[in-house]
Structure formats: structure tokens, C-alpha cells
């Protein structure tokens, strides 16, 4: 499975962001799809997670703001950011698992300026 997100951005904050993620090769039963975040300093944690059949999750720091969504014909999930804060601002990676295993997009830079 190869993930291609597209292309990080500048931001100001208060602003809204929409980024995608489309899989490609071995795309057959993808189940979870979803966007981590690593900031500088830190960890990479879960933005939000949305399953095969819609189920979403998401941060406690993001709930309300952001909306995670996936197109299954088009093998594709979308991160609708909103209200964006300067602490959003992190490389963003689209995960998928698919049978057990986690794939990985190449991270995309998301900058909020305040």
C-alpha cells in the first residue's frame, strides 16, 4: 500500500486547512484509515482515526474543529482542519492498516502562524 498525501501548506490560525491522503497499489481491504501529527519536540499522536465502515475518532484536542472523512471508491481520506491553532502546527502523516499491518504516507508540513 503506498499513501500520497498532498502538499503542507502555511496557515494563518483561525483559518481552515483541508488535506487528503489517496491509496495506491495493494488497496484491497483497508480497514482504518487516519492522520497522526508529529510537532517538533514531540511525539507523533492521533489526530483522528475513521474506520471502513465510517466509525471516526479523534483527539480530544481537535474534537469539533476537525472532520475526518474517506471516499472508499476512491481509496482516499480527507482531514477537514478548522479553527487552526499555531500548536496544530505539526508534520501531518495518513495512516491505513490493512490485514494486521500499518502503512504510512510521507508526512505533509502543516504550519499555523499566529
Known amino acids: 500500500v503506498q499513501l500520497q498525501a498532498s502538499g503542507g501548506v502555511l496557515v494563518q490560525a483561525g483559518g481552515p486547512l483541508s488535506v487528503s491522503c489517496a491509496a495506491s497499489?495493494?488497496?484491497?481491504?483497508?480497514?482504518?484509515m487516519g492522520w497522526y501529527r508529529q510537532a517538533p519536540g514531540k511525539q507523533r499522536e492521533l489526530v483522528a482515526m475513521?474506520?471502513?465502515?465510517?466509525?471516526?475518532n479523534y483527539a480530544d484536542s481537535v474534537k469539533g474543529r476537525f472532520t475526518i472523512s474517506r471516499d472508499n471508491a476512491k481509496n482516499t481520506v480527507y482531514l477537514q482542519m478548522n479553527s487552526l491553532k499555531p500548536e496544530d502546527t505539526a508534520v501531518y502523516y495518513c495512516?491505513?492498516?490493512?490485514?494486521?499491518?500499518?502503512?504510512w504516507g510521507q508526512g505533509t508540513l502543516v504550519t499555523v502562524s499566529s
Open positions: 475513521i474506520t471502513r465502515g465510517g466509525s471516526t
Open positions: 495512516s491505513a492498516s490493512r490485514f494486521g499491518r500499518n502503512y
Open positions: 497499489g495493494s488497496i484491497v481491504n483497508i480497514n482504518d
